[in-house]
T-cell receptor
Framework: AQSVTQPDIHITVSEGASLELRCNYS??????LFWYVQSPGQGLQLLLK??????LVQGIKGFEAEFKRSQSSFNLRKPSVHWSDAAEYFC???????????FGTGTRLTIIP | EAGVAQSPRYKIIEKRQSVAFWCNPI?????LYWYQQILGQGPKLLIQ????????DSQLPKDRFSAERLKGVDSTLKIQPAKLEDSAVYLC????????????FGPGTRLTVT
């Protein structure tokens, strides 16, 4: 069975500082990996996804993530955060051709001035 | 294109009452999901439809939860009777037939059971 671990429940970052959110997955083969963002009272919005190919993927809003098979990780990064990035971030894993996602428990990001 | 619509946005009921949620998917999206998101947790899949047929309902508590998708478009999720632990946000997501693997989420319905 597939699973996702997001070890950081809450992260606080100063505006303009860099950000890295951790995600570890468990899956028997090469998974499909996703990062979603959820602002208060909103649904989830896809930031980026990895299926195959280049292990560094670019997403919307200046986010990127790197797939590391050896570490079973798919960490999300942003070089300089903005106050509007404050939200909940979810990593998800999907099985190819299964069209189902398993989500992690999320990381809440707080931005301080 | 218009997004996934859900209603109501908020609902407060007492335990043992019944409640229903409605989802209108993006036009042409054949696959529809209902997720339960308990506070502090990630979304958990309850049921998946392909057109008007159920693909996976293994995580749906069938003694109290039911869902349908008539005509392969709108869907409703019902809870009867509700329990305190059903307090959560119920998210609807849809997925196009093409293999983009991107699920499009609605804003959710926040249910509080007192």
């Amino acid at each position: 069975a597939q699973s996702v671990t997001q070890p950081d429940i809450h992260i606080t970052v100063s505006e303009g500082a860099s950000l890295e959110l951790r995600c570890n997955y468990s899956y028997g083969a090469t998974p499909y990996l996703f990062w979603y963002v959820q602002s208060p009272g909103q649904g989830l919005q896809l930031l980026l996804k990895y299926f195959s190919g280049d292990t560094l993927v670019q997403g919307i809003k200046g986010f990127e993530a790197e797939f590391k098979r050896s570490q079973s990780s798919f960490n999300l990064r942003k070089p300089s955060v903005h106050w509007s990035d404050a939200a909940e971030y979810f990593c998800a894993v999907g099985a190819p051709l299964r069209e189902k996602l398993t989500f992690g428990t999320g990381t809440r990001l707080t931005i301080i001035p | 294109e218009a997004g996934v619509a859900q209603s109501p946005r908020y609902k407060i009921i007492e335990k043992r009452q019944s409640v229903a949620f409605w989802c209108n998917p993006i036009s042409g999206h054949a696959t529809l999901y209902w997720y339960q998101q308990i506070l502090g947790q990630g979304p958990k899949l309850l049921i998946q439809f392909q057109n008007n047929g159920v693909v996976d309902d293994s995580q749906l508590p069938k003694d109290r939860f039911s869902a349908e998708r008539l005509k392969g478009v709108d869907s409703t999720l019902k809870i009867q009777p509700a329990k305190l632990e059903d307090s959560a946000v119920y998210l609807c997501a849809t997925y196009p037939q093409r293999e983009t693997y991107e699920q499009y989420f609605g804003p959710g319905t926040r249910l509080t059971v007192t």
